[in-house]
């Protein structure tokens, strides 16, 4: 059997998710300038056109504080726990008056001056509008849509998965990768005949979209076997004292009984998901977890993109199942990749430039878009 009828095909099925762009914002712009063009286009008398304007424009801020009161209503009985005991910083967060009260007291000011000729009083058009805008909140019709939340908690790096992609670089990765060549070149004097391909000398990490992560990766496939530990690294961490770090080697079994050998595990990050979506107090679905899973892996390679002590040093393997009984998918997935590193180290060593396969899985390739905005940032706020 050929290696090309082993290659699997996840890389082209998988779809990771980018960061949401601005299309959302550009069709805002397009709709107003065709409402816009369409009141223009209806002939109608300028001023009661303008005074209708300015009144919807104070009801939306009338709404605004209003959805304000009703949540300071809340606040004032958390002021110690959540504000510092600041009654002022409880309003602020409470009513943005940054832009709603400017807007309300011009909007206000610009409709008394056209309220002339207007057979009903002010105080009616304002208490229709409280009472409609009151009738929105008691009907829970201003709560954002799910598009809404996600963006809002990407944006703010809120979700659970950049909480987990940053911990696992942070507390692991970061301390490990620098350290892997150096214990496989220790490794490789010792073994010559293993580790024959240096373009692998890295931690291929798996990271399974439903999370099912096997504490023995013999058992997730027959075709690896466990080899032998690399070097220790052994540090005081968080109080510990001679922590120890270890990558385990494994050999791989291909189609023609070749043995390929790598150091291979699994996102650890990926256990607490699943272990999320089995706890009923999480509240955290299914569909939740395979979201965030996929957000963990756009993170997680965004983090790693942009470390300089990681470069060269690890490998993503991401990838999604499929409904089928495979005994030896996870063998397949992890070959492809081996393979494909080998032929970039042939590529690079004939003086070529190795082309990547439009198959490998990478997130300017897949179907889920990210601005640069988006991106993790440093926490450092000194870094550029």
Not at 129 to 141: D, H, K, M, P, R
Not at 195 to 206: A, P
């Amino acid at each position: 059997m050929s290696q090309e009828s082993w290659r699997p095909s996840h890389p082209t099925t998988l779809q990771i998710p980018k960061a949401r762009g601005g299309r959302a914002r550009h069709a805002v712009y397009l709709l107003l300038a065709l409402c816009a063009a369409a009141l223009c286009l209806a002939g109608e008398p300028l001023v009661p056109t303008a005074r209708s304007l300015t009144f919807h424009f104070a009801a939306l801020q009338i709404g605004a504080l209003l959805k304000g009161a009703c949540f300071l209503a809340e606040e004032i009985f958390h002021l110690q726990s959540r504000h510092r005991g600041s009654f002022w910083r409880a309003l602020s967060a409470c009513f943005p008056l940054r832009w709603h009260g400017p807007m309300l007291l011009v909007c206000g000011s610009a409709y008394v001056a056209l309220h002339d000729g207007d057979e009903q009083p002010l105080g009616f058009h304002l208490g229709l509008a409280s009472l409609c805008q009151l009738l929105i909140l008691a009907l829970g019709l201003h709560k954002p849509s799910a598009v809404e939340i996600s963006e809002m908690s990407e944006r703010s790096k809120q979700n659970v998965a950049h909480g987990l992609a940053w911990s696992y670089y942070i507390g692991y990765l970061k301390i490990v990768l620098p350290r892997v060549k150096k214990s496989m070149e220790e490794f490789s004097r010792a073994n010559p005949s293993v580790l024959t391909y240096r373009e692998t000398w890295k931690l291929h990490i798996l990271i399974p979209l439903n999370c099912d992560v096997y504490d023995d990766l013999e058992k997730a496939d027959s075709n690896i076997q466990y080899l032998k530990d690399l070097t220790e690294t052994t540090l005081a961490r968080a109080g510990t004292k001679k922590r120890i770090y270890k990558h385990s080697l494994y050999t791989i079994r291909d189609e023609d009984n070749k043995l390929w050998h790598c150091a291979v595990e699994y996102a650890t990050p990926l256990q607490s998901l699943h272990a999320m979506s089995q706890d009923e107090c999480a509240a955290f679905s299914r569909e939740d977890r395979l979201e965030q899973a996929k957000l963990f892996y756009r993170t997680l390679e965004e983090i790693l993109k942009g470390s300089k002590e990681c470069v060269g040093t690890y490998r993503l393997i991401a990838y999604e199942e499929s409904g089928e009984v495979e005994p030896h998918f996870l063998s397949r997935e992890i070959l492809w990749h081996l393979r494909q590193q080998h032929r970039e180290e042939y590529a690079v060593g004939e003086g070529n430039h190795p082309r990547a396969p439009s198959t490998v899985l990478n997130s300017t390739d897949l179907s889920l878009q990210i601005s640069e905005s988006d991106l993790p940032q440093p926490l450092r706020s000194d870094c550029s």
